[in-house]
């Protein structure tokens, strides 16, 4: 195994215990999102308090919008953001590569 092999499988090691740890160290816990987190302690501290701002979606569409499509633009967030990430990792890559043949 070359040194970097033992980086990246050290590195995906590391991931994997991230992400179930949380899981196996409370087994009740709930998925609350951040917004949700922080709208209950604004509610909590200054329950008389009125948001200064409207989202922009809300002003066009007339209302909230819906949680499908919320989720569809986290997820296109989400791909949008691999893919500038990942374009990247192939970029340098690739740049090291050829820069040693040519």
């Known amino acids: 195994m070359t040194k970097n092999t033992k980086i990246i ?3 995906i090691a590391a991931c994997v215990l991230l992400t179930v740890i949380p899981f196996l160290v409370s087994k009740n816990a709930d998925f609350g999102g951040a917004d ?10 200054a329950p008389d308090y009125k948001p200064w701002a409207t989202p922009i979606a809300e002003i066009i569409l007339g209302g909230e919008l819906p949680g499908e499509t919320e989720s569809l633009l986290f997820c ?7 893919g500038i990430l990942f374009y990247g990792f192939g970029y340098l890559v690739a740049r090291k590569k050829y820069s040693k043949e040519g």
């Open 36 to 45: 949700d987190a922080a709208g209950d302690v604004v509610a909590e501290l």
């Open 76 to 82: 296109l967030q989400a791909a949008i953001g691999s």
């Open 9 to 11: 499988v050290i590195l």
